[in-house]
């Protein structure tokens, strides 16, 4: 298998733009998540390690490290898509990383659209290995058990988030994520615009992705 360069994907994406260039997923096995993509037929690359050296609040010195893998499809040749094992995510859940002003708590959707969008429903089953839930808006549902995939068309799109897909020349593209929060009130009073259950920073505001505000 050949190796997948996470550098160079950043590169060539941000030559063209700002935006979200990469989606990853959370998984307990990486090296079983290439197993299980190369007998569904999809593209696999070779798993990368990398880890350092890290201090708990107590001054426990510990290791924390990732193992991640890579696929890609030619019909979102500007969707990066990796899983990444996390092998000691305790660190990173310590309690003064997970508090905003914002009252943040979790990415509810991230959003795929763009022409061609709607397409990816079998890779999108198979990467994930869950059944998409289509809708009479447009738009094809993957709930995973902390957050919705959701591939839209770009008539979709717009309804939610009250413009186009940012980047029209990408193809099916990561177009835009909403967060969920427990309490809307920090948003709202920054002037957002509201769209229907949710507040908006357009992408021309948010490097080149839209991005909502909506309760968990």
Same mark, same amino acid.
């Given at each position: 298998?050949?190796?997948?360069?996470?550098?160079?994907?950043?590169? $060539? =994406?941000? @030559?063209? %733009? +700002?935006?979200? @260039?990469?989606?990853?997923?959370?998984?307990?096995?990486?090296?079983? !998540?290439?197993?299980?993509?190369?007998?569904?037929?999809?593209?696999?690359?070779?798993?990368?390690? *990398?880890?350092?050296?890290?201090?708990?609040?107590?001054?426990?010195?510990?290791?924390?490290? *990732?193992?991640?893998?890579?696929?890609?499809?030619? %019909?979102?040749?500007?969707?990066?898509?990796? @899983?990444?094992? %996390? =092998?000691?995510? $305790? =660190?990173? +859940?310590?309690?003064? =990383?997970?508090?905003?002003?914002?009252?943040?708590?979790?990415?509810? +959707?991230?959003?795929?659209? &763009? !022409?061609? #969008?709607?397409?990816?429903?079998?890779?999108? @089953?198979?990467?994930?290995?869950? +059944?998409?839930?289509?809708?009479?808006?447009?738009?094809?549902?993957?709930?995973?058990?902390?957050?919705?995939?959701?591939?839209?068309?770009?008539? #979709?799109?717009?309804?939610?988030?009250?413009?186009?897909?940012?980047?029209?020349?990408? &193809?099916?593209?990561? #177009?835009?994520?909403?967060?969920?929060?427990? $309490?809307?009130?920090? /948003?709202?009073?920054? &002037?957002?615009?509201?769209?229907?259950?949710?507040? /908006?920073?357009?992408?021309?505001?948010?490097? &080149?992705?839209?991005?909502?505000? #909506?309760?968990?």
């Amino acid at each position: 298998m050949q190796n997948f360069s996470f550098a160079a994907f950043n590169r $060539d =994406y941000l @030559a063209r %733009h +700002e935006g979200l @260039a990469m989606l990853v997923f959370d998984t307990p096995d990486a090296r079983a !998540d290439i197993g299980n993509w190369r007998d569904a037929g999809l593209k696999t690359y070779e798993p990368f390690d *990398f880890q350092r050296p890290a201090k708990l609040p107590d001054g426990e010195e510990i290791t924390v490290g *990732f193992s991640l893998a890579f696929t890609s499809t030619p %019909h979102a040749p500007w969707i990066g898509l990796f @899983a990444c094992q %996390h =092998y000691r995510p $305790d =660190y990173y +859940e310590q309690a003064r =990383y997970l508090a905003h002003e914002n009252t943040a708590q979790t990415v509810r +959707e991230v959003w795929i659209s &763009g !022409d061609g #969008a709607l397409g990816l429903g079998d890779f999108m @089953a198979k990467l994930t290995g869950l +059944e998409g839930r289509p809708d009479a808006g447009g738009k094809v549902m993957f709930s995973t058990r902390t957050g919705d995939l959701v591939l839209a068309g770009p008539d #979709a799109f717009a309804a939610a988030f009250g413009e186009p897909p940012p980047h029209p020349g990408d &193809g099916p593209h990561l #177009a835009g994520l909403t967060i969920g929060c427990r $309490d809307l009130g920090p /948003v709202a009073a920054r &002037g957002f615009r509201k769209i229907r259950d949710r507040f /908006v920073l357009p992408a021309g505001r948010n490097f &080149g992705a839209a991005l909502a505000f #909506a309760l968990i």
